[in-house]
């Protein structure tokens, strides 16, 4: 068995991997899906930081799975899973970023993004000046989003990097160029990364889990067989 430690993009939470969890647990392995702090439907979203949400995951990594656990981050969710990786790698199975931010030491998701997504954080956070309103068309249940989580810039040793699976699944359905381009192009010349093109939008489960269960277990496979050589 696996544990998958689930970390959702901007506004979201947990319950946007309900049916992946679901999925995973046909399949004999776990999903741990969190809904960070600021995020639930009663959570105050100040001060919450980068660093809160990071503490927060990796707390939760630390006790889910007795052999360590796989951490998959959607979108914002990569600087988080980045965080936690870099503080406890020992503990990393495998990353995998679903169409994410993939951070260097110094990095936040402010300077790692488009002008329009900076445009989204600064305005959408005008009417109470610390929380990023969602976008009209996400699900209902997405929640503003604190903005110190993006702004904060990530502190990063280099450590993460030693995590030997490493996964990126690029959406390709953006209306325009994706956010996430410069990073994908990065990861394409980075060995020790395994990218995977989807003709999908930046909601990769928008038409179901299958095609992201499909790439979790491929993951846990590898893994398996990987530690079977050992």
């Known amino acids: 068995?696996?544990?998958?430690?689930?970390?959702?993009?901007?506004?979201?939470?947990?319950?946007?991997?309900?049916?992946?969890?679901?999925?995973?647990?046909?399949?004999?392995?776990?999903?741990?899906a969190l809904t960070l702090a600021g995020l639930g439907a009663d959570d105050p979203v100040w001060p919450v930081t980068l660093e809160t949400h990071v503490q927060e995951a990796e707390a939760a990594a630390s006790h889910a799975g007795e052999s360590g656990v796989v951490l998959v981050g959607h979108s914002y969710?990569?600087?988080?899973?980045?965080?936690?990786?870099d503080r406890i790698p020992?503990?990393?199975?495998?990353l995998v970023y679903l169409d994410a931010f993939v951070p260097e030491d110094g990095d936040s998701c402010y300077s790692m993004t488009d002008e329009q997504q900076r445009q989204w954080y600064i305005g959408g956070a005008g009417q109470t000046g610390?929380?990023?309103?969602?976008?009209?068309?996400?699900?209902p249940r997405a929640r503003?989003?604190?903005?110190?989580?993006l702004i904060q810039r990530s502190r990063l040793s280099g450590a993460w990097r030693s995590v030997a699976v490493k996964h990126y699944a690029a959406a390709l359905q953006w209306p325009g160029r994706s956010p996430f381009a410069d990073t994908v192009q990065r990861l394409r010349a980075t060995p020790g990364w395994q990218l995977h093109d989807w003709a999908t939008p930046h909601n990769v489960m928008h038409d179901g889990p299958d095609r992201v269960l499909e790439l979790?277990?491929?993951?846990?496979?590898?893994?398996?067989?990987s530690e079977s050589a050992e």
């Open 90 to 94: 020992e503990r990393v199975r495998a």
């Open 1 to 32: 068995m696996t544990t998958f430690v689930l970390i959702a993009g901007s506004c979201h939470g947990g319950w946007w991997y309900e049916p992946l969890v679901a999925e995973l647990g046909k399949a004999g392995h776990r999903g741990v």
């Open 130 to 139: 610390f929380s990023v309103q969602p976008l009209p068309f996400f699900d």
């Open 77 to 85: 969710g990569g600087s988080v899973i980045t965080g936690v990786a």
């Open 216 to 225: 979790l277990l491929e993951v846990a496979a590898e893994i398996s067989a």
């Open 144 to 149: 503003p989003h604190p903005l110190a989580t």
